[in-house]
């Protein structure tokens, strides 16, 4: 008979905001163990966020090289070293791992490698990865273990054995012809990586825009940097059959604008959306309830439906950025010691990591249009920022929300050189309530992106009254 072992907390999954909780904890001398079945850090520093920017960086330097020339560096040959890309985003991984042991041991938190599995409220079954079970029982529950790419229920595509964004960074060799299925941020980003590595690409896109979630604009701004660098993008594109093995020959049909049409490729990627990590793991047991979607049932404090057991991140239903799980942390960590944190406030940006980035934060335009909001808009192109003139970075484009009837800045996306960094500055502006007219009005350094903030907002109309 296993004797259970009692923990102040114990969280099951180490992903970003599971493992801060339990170092903050622990350093606070709380007795706190994380269950984790596979991934030491979670899936950020191991399979997603990292490797795949350290693979997009590597994609970057080829690009540059190709294109040196017309900067007045002539680089003769360019060999893309696959093999040599794989080492260098292992060996950051391995740093990785190094800091996330260390950290561990320093919070004095347990990690435990193992499957773990609820039997009865507050209570996990830990089947240790090398052998042997542990009944670990907490006084609160913490769940963070986050989503997996989704395979469509498309007739052949199991089959077929495709890439996920996992399988895609492992490669050691540039495919002759990448098929992606999907045109959200995983799907282009990677897209354009292998790309720029040499591969011929085809991206396969159901719906009329790849990023569905953005604007029009915005959506055709960046499918029009893509198709410049050769990316073929087939939008309204329904996948109906694949055929073939993926990493030898594979073959989608899908029903095109045109009728139906092979898209014939080496390789094939799936990314299609993400589903919660919530499948047998005893939440029923557990008390734990999910919603239509699967994923688990919070309130804006986070807590689930299940007494002391919070949940964080991804598998939460919380926007699928690695930063919303820290802020799903700082939630959880303060709801523990009797605040009234809510998630339900919060200002969430993303950034899209092609080149140039897409970034945005607060409401889009569409978005606005669709919640009945009176709006002035504003766009300025890149090549009207006068950084690009220095750098030719002139693709894309800043575009900025206010209300009608008063100054308040909406929403922001820019699609360009340091996207992400411009948008922060304007959501700071949000988060500080600033008028537009303030950052409109602000001295930014010269020569920077940023600059072209003042002629983007000096462009709105007149407000309504």
């Given at each position: 008979?296993?004797?259970?072992?009692?923990?102040?907390?114990?969280?099951?999954?180490?992903?970003q905001?599971?493992?801060?909780?339990?170092?903050?904890?622990?350093?606070?001398?709380?007795?706190?163990?994380?269950?984790?079945?596979?991934?030491?850090?979670?899936?950020?520093?191991?399979v997603?966020?990292?490797?795949?920017?350290?693979?997009?960086?590597?994609?970057?330097?080829?690009?540059?090289?190709?294109?040196?020339a017309?900067?007045?560096?002539?680089?003769?040959?360019?060999?893309?070293?696959?093999?040599?890309?794989?080492?260098?985003?292992?060996?950051?991984?391995?740093?990785?791992?190094?800091?996330?042991?260390?950290?561990?041991?320093?919070?004095?938190?347990?990690?435990?490698?193992?499957?773990?599995?609820?039997?009865?409220?507050?209570?996990?079954?830990?089947?240790?990865?090398?052998?042997?079970?542990?009944?670990?029982?907490?006084?609160?529950?913490?769940?963070?273990?986050?989503?997996?790419?989704a395979?469509?229920?498309?007739?052949?595509?199991?089959?077929?054995?495709?890439?996920?964004?996992?399988?895609?960074?492992?490669?050691?060799?540039?495919?002759?012809h990448?098929?992606?299925?999907?045109?959200g941020?995983?799907?282009?980003?990677?897209?354009?990586?292998?790309?720029?590595?040499?591969?011929?690409?085809?991206?396969?896109?159901?719906?009329?825009?790849?990023m569905?979630?953005?604007?029009?604009?915005?959506?055709?701004e960046l499918?029009?940097?893509?198709?410049g660098?050769?990316?073929?993008?087939?939008?309204?594109?329904?996948?109906?059959?694949?055929?073939?093995?993926?990493g030898?020959?594979?073959?989608?049909?899908v029903?095109?604008?045109?009728?139906?049409?092979?898209?014939?490729?080496?390789?094939?990627?799936?990314a299609?959306?993400?589903?919660?990590?919530?499948?047998?793991?005893?939440?029923?047991?557990?008390?734990?309830?999910?919603?239509?979607?699967?994923?688990?049932?919070?309130?804006?404090?986070?807590?689930?439906?299940?007494?002391?057991?919070?949940?964080?991140?991804?598998?939460?239903?919380?926007?699928?950025?690695?930063?919303?799980?820290?802020?799903?942390?700082r939630?959880?960590?303060?709801?523990?010691?009797?605040?009234?944190?809510?998630?339900?406030?919060?200002?969430?940006?993303?950034?899209?990591?092609?080149d140039?980035?897409?970034?945005?934060?607060?409401?889009s335009e569409?978005?606005?249009?669709?919640?009945?909001?009176?709006?002035?808009?504003?766009?300025?192109?890149?090549?009207?920022?006068?950084r690009?003139?220095?750098?030719?970075?002139?693709?894309?484009?800043?575009?900025?929300?206010?209300?009608?009837?008063?100054?308040?800045?909406?929403?922001?996306?820019?699609?360009?050189a340091?996207?992400?960094?411009?948008m922060?500055?304007?959501?700071m502006?949000i988060?500080?309530e600033?008028?537009?007219?303030?950052?409109?009005?602000?001295?930014?350094?010269?020569?920077?992106?940023?600059?072209?903030?003042?002629?983007?907002?000096?462009?709105?109309?007149?407000?309504?009254?």
């Amino acid at each position: 008979m296993v004797h259970s072992e009692r923990f102040d907390v114990v969280i099951l999954g180490s992903g970003q905001g599971g493992k801060l909780l339990a170092w903050d904890l622990g350093r606070s001398g709380k007795k706190v163990a994380v269950v984790e079945r596979r991934w030491v850090g979670g899936s950020c520093p191991a399979v997603a966020c990292l490797p795949s920017k350290n693979e997009l960086w590597s994609a970057h330097v080829a690009h540059v090289v190709r294109n040196a020339a017309r900067f007045g560096t002539h680089a003769e040959e360019l060999r893309v070293d696959m093999p040599k890309v794989w080492h260098r985003k292992e060996a950051m991984i391995e740093r990785e791992i190094a800091v996330h042991l260390r950290a561990y041991k320093e919070s004095g938190v347990e990690l435990i490698m193992a499957n773990g599995r609820f039997v009865g409220p507050k209570t996990i079954d830990a089947q240790l990865n090398d052998g042997g079970m542990r009944l670990l029982v907490g006084e609160e529950i913490v769940i963070n273990v986050g989503s997996h790419a989704a395979i469509p229920d498309i007739p052949g595509l199991r089959d077929a054995r495709p890439l996920t964004h996992i399988e895609a960074l492992e490669l050691d060799e540039v495919p002759p012809h990448l098929i992606v299925l999907g045109g959200g941020y995983t799907g282009i980003e990677l897209a354009q990586a292998y790309r720029r590595f040499g591969s011929r690409v085809t991206i396969v896109e159901p719906g009329s825009q790849i990023m569905a979630r953005e604007d029009p604009d915005v959506a055709e701004e960046l499918r029009s940097v893509l198709s410049g660098e050769g990316v073929e993008v087939l939008s309204n594109a329904q996948p109906l059959n694949v055929h073939g093995l993926s990493g030898d020959a594979v073959t989608v049909t899908v029903q095109a604008e045109s009728g139906k049409r092979p898209v014939e490729g080496s390789h094939l990627l799936v990314a299609a959306g993400r589903v919660a990590n919530t499948a047998d793991i005893g939440l029923d047991k557990a008390g734990i309830a999910l919603d239509g979607r699967g994923f688990i049932r919070v309130n804006d404090r986070l807590e689930t439906t299940a007494q002391a057991t919070w949940a964080i991140g991804e598998c939460a239903g919380s926007p699928q950025f690695t930063h919303v799980s820290v802020d799903d942390f700082r939630i959880v960590r303060d709801n523990m010691a009797g605040a009234t944190r809510s998630k339900s406030d919060r200002v969430v940006p993303h950034v899209v990591f092609t080149d140039p980035p897409l970034a945005r934060v607060g409401l889009s335009e569409t978005e606005a249009q669709r919640q009945g909001m009176a709006v002035r808009t504003a766009k300025l192109p890149m090549r009207n920022v006068l950084r690009t003139e220095a750098t030719d970075e002139k693709d894309g484009f800043m575009k900025v929300v206010v209300g009608s009837a008063d100054d308040r800045i909406l929403g922001f996306t820019v699609i360009g050189a340091d996207a992400g960094e411009v948008m922060a500055v304007m959501q700071m502006a949000i988060l500080a309530e600033l008028p537009y007219t303030r950052v409109r009005d602000a001295v930014i350094a010269h020569l920077t992106v940023a600059e072209g903030l003042g002629p983007l907002l000096g462009s709105l109309p007149a407000r309504s009254f």
